[in-house]
C-alpha cells in the first residue's frame, strides 16, 4: 500500500469535499442502526448516529453485475441491453462518460479497489487513475488534491454462505421470516450472514482509521452502501424488497453539512436508487450531469428526492425471466412479463446455498405451507404489497378491489418510466436490435407497441389468443417473439392456434422465436416437429444465447424432453458455464438422477 501524500494539506484548506465509498456486497439492512437487534455492526451504526441513514434504498437490479452498470454508468441497466442481464457484455456508447471519468475531469484522484463487475465493454483500466488491489487513496502524489476513493468487501457476498460462519450468532437466536420453513440449512444460513455482517463492519472501522490516521477524516464524505439486497431465501435475483434493499449510510464532516439534506443522525425516508449514486457525487464536485444520468443527487447544492425507486430483472445466469417493478417505499407494485415461469427456478449457483436446498426438499416433500410453497409456483402478471402492514410481501393485494387506485397508479408510473428511459429488456438476447442506440430504431423496435403486446401475452386472457395469431404474422421479428410467449403462456388455449404455430415454426427465420413456438407446441403435446427443433437449436454452432433458451424450454416442457438426454449429456461441460448448468440440471431430471443436494454448479470457492 502506497505511503501518505507528504505534508497532508489541513482540511479547511479544501475547497471541495473527499469522497470515500465503502460497498459491501449483497446486503439487505442487517444492521444495529436499522433496528436489527441481532446485529453486531458498531461501525455502520456509529456512522448513522453522526450522519444520516437512508431507510428505503433500493438498487436497480437485485443482483451484483446489472446494478453495478447502473452505478458506474448513471443509467439503468435495462435501458443498455444486455446490461440488464447477469453475466453480459453491454456496449456502452462511446460518447458517454462514467462517472469515474467525470470526477477526473473535475480534478479528483478516483481509485477503485477493486471490485468491477460491470457488465458492460467498459475498460476498468481506462476510466480509473488506479485500479486494483493497490487503489487507494494513498496513490495521488498531491496531497491537495481531492480524491473519490472507492474500495469493495466481498466479506459478504453470497458465496460465503456455502460454508457455515461460526461467530456471536447461532441458528437458535434467528428469526425466520413465514415465506421461508424453518430447517437446520436456512437457520445457519440466517447466522452466518450476520457474522460475516460483524466481520465486515470491523473492515470498514479499519479504513476508517486509516482515514483518521491521515488526517483526512474532517474533510471526506464516508458513503456505506451494499451493491444488492440480500442473499437469503428469495432475496438475491429477486424483485421484492430482500432483493432490491440495501443498507445505506452516509458521514458528512461538520465543514461540509451545508450538503445535508437533514441535520446529523437524521434518517431519510424518501426512496433512493443506487442509479442516484452517481448524480450524487457529480453534485459534490460541482460537475454537470449528463443528460444521460436518470438519476438525482441526494447531497448537495442541488439535492432533490426522488418519490419512486424502480428495479428490474431478466436473465440470472442459466435462467431466462423477466420482472419490472416499483416502490415508494410504503407500497410495492411487481409486473411479471413471464408468469409461466416459477419464482424458483433451479439456479445453480445459488443452489449451492444450503438453505435453497433444503427449501426444495421441503417443496419435493410436501412439508411446506402454501405461503412457502409458492415459491415454486407460477406467477400471477402482477402483484402488489402494502411493506408498511406486510413487509415479508406475503398478502398479494393486486386483485383486492379495495386497492385498485394504488394498482392503477402504480401500473402507470412503471409504464412511463420504461419508456422513458426506453426499456430495451423486450428484446431477447442476441436478437437484432438490442442495445442502447439499435433499440431506438423503431422499425427494429417499436417499444410501445411492444409494450403493449408484452402486456396482452403475459395477462394470459383467453381473448388475448386472437391478437397474439395475428402478431404472430408481423414482419418484426420482436413482435413475432412475444406473440410466440403468448402462445407459451396460454398453453391449452392455444389449441385454435395450433396449425398456424405448425406453418410458422416451418418457415420461422428467427431463431428466438423458433424457440418459443416449440415450448407452444410441445405443452399441447404436439411434439413431432418442436422437440427435434429446440435439439437441434441446443447445437455449438449456435450462439449460446440461442442455445440457453432452448436448452431453458426443453426444461420446462418436462418428460416430452427425453429425446434430448444426449445432447444435454453432451453439453455436460460445455465451455460456457451456463450452458454447462443448464444442460446438466436438464440431463439430471430427464434421468431421475436429480436431488436438489446434488451440486450442479463447479464452485472451488471462489467468487
Known amino acids: 500500500m502506497a505511503s501518505p501524500p507528504a505534508a497532508a494539506s489541513k482540511s479547511g484548506d479544501r475547497k471541495r469535499p473527499n469522497i470515500l465509498w465503502l460497498v459491501s456486497e449483497d446486503n439487505n439492512p442487517y444492521v444495529g442502526a436499522y433496528g436489527d437487534k441481532l446485529a453486531r455492526t458498531p461501525t455502520i451504526d456509529a456512522l448513522a448516529r453522526k450522519g444520516l441513514l437512508f431507510r428505503n434504498v433500493y438498487s436497480c437490479a437485485p443482483v451484483c453485475a446489472p446494478s453495478r452498470f447502473g452505478i458506474l454508468t448513471g443509467i439503468s441497466p435495462e435501458s443498455c441491453a444486455p446490461a440488464n442481464q447477469m453475466r453480459a457484455v453491454a456496449h456502452l456508447p462511446e460518447h458517454f462518460r462514467t462517472y469515474p471519468e467525470l470526477m477526473r475531469a473535475q480534478g479528483y484522484h478516483c481509485t477503485n479497489n477493486a471490485k468491477t463487475d460491470y457488465n458492460c465493454d467498459v475498460d ?39 460454508k457455515p460462519t461460526r461467530g456471536h450468532v447461532t441458528p437458535e437466536m434467528v428469526s425466520i421470516p413465514p415465506f421461508l420453513p424453518d430447517t437446520p ?73 451545508h450538503l445535508m439534506p437533514a441535520a ?48 428490474a430483472r431478466n436473465r440470472m445466469d442459466e435462467r431466462i425471466d423477466f420482472q419490472r417493478t416499483v ?96 426499456d430495451n429488456g423486450f428484446i431477447p438476447e442476441g436478437m437484432t436490435g438490442e ?61 385454435t392456434a395450433r396449425a398456424q404455430m405448425r406453418d410458422k415454426l416451418e418457415h420461422e427465420a428467427s431463431p428466438h422465436v423458433r424457440v418459443q413456438l416449440c415450448e407452444a407446441l410441445a405443452k399441447l403435446d404436439e411434439t413431432d416437429q418442436s422437440v427435434p427443433a429446440l435439439i437441434a437449436l441446443c447445437a455449438p454452432d449456435f450462439p449460446w444465447q440461442i442455445r440457453l433458451q432452448a436448452f431453458n424450454a426443453l426444461t420446462f416442457i418436462g418428460d416430452r424432453a427425453r429425446p434430448a438426454l444426449e445432447t444435454a449429456r453432451a453439453a455436460w461441460n460445455d465451455k460456457k458455464v451456463f450452458i454447462k448448468s443448464a444442460a446438466r440440471y436438464l440431463a439430471l431430471r430427464l434421468t431421475g438422477e436429480y436431488r436438489p443436494s446434488v451440486a450442479i454448479f463447479d464452485w472451488n470457492g471462489g467468487e
Request: charge should be negative; include cysteine; aromatic fraction near 10%.
Open 124 to 162: 476498468p483500466a481506462a476510466i480509473w487513475d488506479v485500479q486494483g488491489k493497490e487503489a487507494h487513496w494513498r496513490t495521488r502524489k498531491d496531497a491537495a488534491q481531492p480524491f473519490m476513493a472507492v474500495f469493495n468487501y466481498e466479506t459478504t457476498h453470497e458465496s460465503r454462505i456455502f
Open 264 to 311: 446529523p443522525g437524521s434518517e431519510i425516508r424518501t426512496p433512493v436508487s443506487l442509479i442516484d449514486l452517481a448524480p450524487t457525487v457529480l453534485a459534490l464536485a460541482g460537475a454537470p450531469q449528463p443528460s444521460q444520468m436518470s438519476g438525482k443527487p441526494f447531497l448537495g447544492r442541488g439535492a432533490r428526492p426522488q418519490t419512486y425507486a424502480f428495479g
Open 435 to 495: 442495445g442502447w442506440v439499435a433499440s431506438r430504431d423503431k422499425r427494429l423496435y417499436p417499444l410501445k407497441e411492444v409494450m403493449a403486446l408484452a402486456h396482452l401475452a403475459a395477462s394470459g386472457q383467453p381473448e388475448a389468443l386472437p391478437a397474439l395469431s395475428q402478431a404472430l404474422e408481423s414482419p418484426t421479428e420482436v413482435i413475432r417473439y412475444w406473440a410466440a410467449i403468448g402462445l407459451v403462456i396460454q398453453g391449452q388455449n392455444a389449441t
Open 327 to 422: 416502490t415508494d417505499g410504503r407500497w410495492r407494485y411487481i409486473r411479471n412479463y413471464m408468469p409461466h415461469r416459477p419464482w424458483g427456478q433451479h439456479q445453480a449457483f445459488e443452489w449451492l446455498a444450503t438453505g435453497y436446498q433444503e427449501w426444495e426438499q421441503a417443496h419435493l416433500d410436501g412439508a411446506l405451507n402454501p405461503t412457502q410453497d409458492r415459491f415454486f409456483q407460477t406467477k400471477p402478471f402482477e402483484e402488489l404489497y402494502d411493506l408498511a402492514a406486510d413487509p415479508h410481501e406475503i398478502a398479494d393485494l393486486a386483485r383486492d378491489p379495495v386497492h385498485a387506485s394504488t394498482l392503477t397508479k402504480l401500473r402507470r408510473l412503471l409504464d412511463e418510466h420504461m419508456i422513458a428511459i426506453h
Open 185 to 257: 440449512g436456512i437457520r445457519q444460513d440466517f447466522a452466518s450472514y450476520y457474522n460475516l455482517m460483524e466481520v465486515m463492519d470491523e473492515q470498514l472501522a479499519e479504513r476508517l482509521r486509516e482515514l483518521e490516521a491521515d488526517g483526512l477524516a474532517e474533510n471526506t464524505i464516508v458513503f456505506h452502501y451494499s451493491d444488492n439486497g440480500g442473499i437469503l431465501g428469495r432475496s438475491k435475483r429477486y424483485c421484492y424488497d430482500e432483493g432490491l434493499r440495501c443498507e445505506m449510510v452516509v458521514y458528512v464532516p461538520p465543514k461540509w453539512r
